[in-house]
C-alpha cells in the first residue's frame, strides 16, 4: 500500500512531533504531515448497537484451540432499520492468546470471515476479516467485562485518530451442532488493522522490532499515560511478543519503514478498568492487584508525556461522559470505574503527583 504522507524524521525534532500528536489527540489529522485516504466503513459509523444472530458449529469450532485454527461455514443474519433480513454465509475460526485457553473462556474470541461479494447493502459493506470479542464464559460479570473493555477502545479514539475503532453488538449464537442451543450476550467487532492504518493514511510495519528513539514521542506519550489512566501493563511497543517474529505486544506499529512510527494499542481485558477474574498482576513491577498503576514509558519521552498531559484533562469529562451513557453496563460498574479514573485525576491534578508518577517512575532505555 502506497502512503500519501510526508517523512517526519526529515528535519524533524521532538517539538515538531508533539505539534503533530496533540493536534491527533485533538482529533485532527494535519495535511502538512499526512493525507488520510478514504475508507469507507459503515460498521464504524455509527455507535448503535448491532442486533445480530451467529448459526454456526460452535463445538466443533470451540474445540479448536491452537493459534493456527481453520475457518469453518457459518450464517450471520443481519437486519437493518426497514425490517429487511440479509443472511450472510460467514467463516468462523477461534483467535487470541489467553482468552484462547480452555482455563479462561469456554466461548473464546472469534474472528469473522466475510464474502466481500455479497456485503453490499448492509453493515458489512467493505469487510474482509474482522475480530469479534466475546462473553468468555456465560456469567453476567463477563458480559460486564466485554462493554467495559468496548468502551476502553472508545475512549482511546477520544485522544487520536491512531487508534481502532469498535462497533458493540448483541449477538444471539446458535449452535448448529447442538441442536440449536442459543444464548444472546454482549460482543464488539474491532476495526481491521489494515483498515485502521489507511484511514490515517499509513500502512501497518510488520518488523521484527523497533528502537524507543524510532516511534513518534506523542503518541508514544499518549498510549503510555493511556496505560497507565486504565490500570494496564500488558504491552510493548518495541518488541515482538515470545515466540513471534513481528512487533509487538498488544500494539500495532503504523507509519511507513522510512518514518514515522506510531504505536497503537489493543486488547484491554488484562487492565485495571476491567478487572477480569482471570487477569493476572504483573509482579515484575510491584502490582499485588490489577488495579494498581504503574507507569512503563520511557524517560525519552518526558517532554512528550508533559504535552499530552493537558490533553487527558481536557477530555475528563467526555470520559466520564461516555461510561455514564452506557446502557448496558450496570450502575455499580460505572460507579466503581469513574471512582477509578477520579484516582487517575486526582494525580493529574497535583504537580507533586505528575512528578513522582510520570517523570521520576519513567524507564531508562539502555
Not at 38 to 50: A, G, I
Request: with cysteine.
Amino acid at each position: 500500500m502506497k502512503t500519501r504522507c510526508t517523512n517526519l524524521r526529515e528535519g524533524s525534532n521532538i517539538r515538531r512531533g508533539v505539534v503533530v500528536a496533540t493536534l491527533l489527540g485533538l482529533g485532527v489529522v494535519p495535511p502538512s504531515w499526512c493525507s488520510p485516504q478514504t475508507v469507507e466503513d459503515p460498521l464504524f459509523q455509527s455507535h448503535d448497537r448491532l442486533t445480530l444472530t451467529i448459526e454456526a458449529p460452535l463445538g466443533t469450532i470451540f474445540r479448536e484451540r491452537e493459534q493456527e485454527s481453520s475457518y469453518h461455514p457459518a450464517v450471520l443474519i443481519v437486519g437493518d432499520s426497514s425490517g429487511a433480513v440479509t443472511r450472510l454465509d460467514i467463516q468462523l475460526k477461534t483467535r487470541g492468546n489467553n482468552r484462547l485457553q480452555r482455563s479462561v473462556c469456554a466461548f473464546p474470541p472469534l474472528r469473522v470471515r466475510f464474502p466481500r461479494d455479497r456485503t453490499a447493502g448492509t453493515v458489512f459493506r467493505g469487510q474482509d476479516r474482522l475480530k469479534l470479542v466475546t462473553h468468555c464464559q456465560n456469567r453476567r460479570e463477563y458480559e460486564q467485562y466485554v462493554v467495559l473493555e468496548y468502551l476502553i477502545y472508545r475512549t482511546f479514539n477520544l485522544f487520536t485518530e491512531a487508534s481502532f475503532r469498535v462497533r458493540g453488538a448483541q449477538i444471539t449464537y446458535v449452535d448448529t451442532g447442538a441442536g440449536g442451543k442459543r444464548v444472546t450476550k454482549q460482543a464488539f467487532f474491532i476495526e481491521e488493522e489494515e483498515r485502521m492504518a489507511a484511514r490515517n493514511g499509513w500502512e501497518i510495519l510488520r518488523v521484527p522490532g523497533v528502537a524507543p528513539q524510532e516511534v513518534d514521542p506523542l503518541q508514544m506519550s499518549l498510549v503510555d499515560v493511556f496505560q497507565y489512566m486504565i490500570g494496564h501493563t500488558d504491552y510493548s511497543a518495541f518488541v515482538s511478543e515470545s515466540g513471534r517474529d513481528e512487533c509487538c505486544h498488544n500494539v500495532k506499529l503504523i507509519g511507513t519503514p522510512a518514518g514515522p512510527v506510531l504505536p497503537v494499542p489493543y486488547d484491554f481485558d488484562g487492565s485495571g478498568v476491567v478487572s477480569a477474574r482471570y487477569a493476572v498482576p504483573d509482579r515484575r513491577f510491584g502490582r499485588r492487584s490489577v488495579r494498581d498503576r504503574v507507569f512503563r514509558g520511557g524517560c525519552l519521552f518526558r517532554e512528550g508525556v508533559a504535552e499530552v498531559l493537558p490533553i487527558f484533562r481536557e477530555r475528563q469529562e467526555d470520559v466520564y461522559s461516555l461510561y455514564r451513557a452506557e446502557s448496558a453496563l450496570q450502575a455499580n460498574v460505572i460507579e466503581r470505574t469513574l471512582d477509578y479514573f477520579d484516582d487517575f485525576y486526582v494525580v493529574l491534578a497535583d504537580s507533586k503527583k505528575v512528578d513522582r508518577e510520570f517523570m521520576k517512575s519513567c524507564r531508562a532505555f539502555e
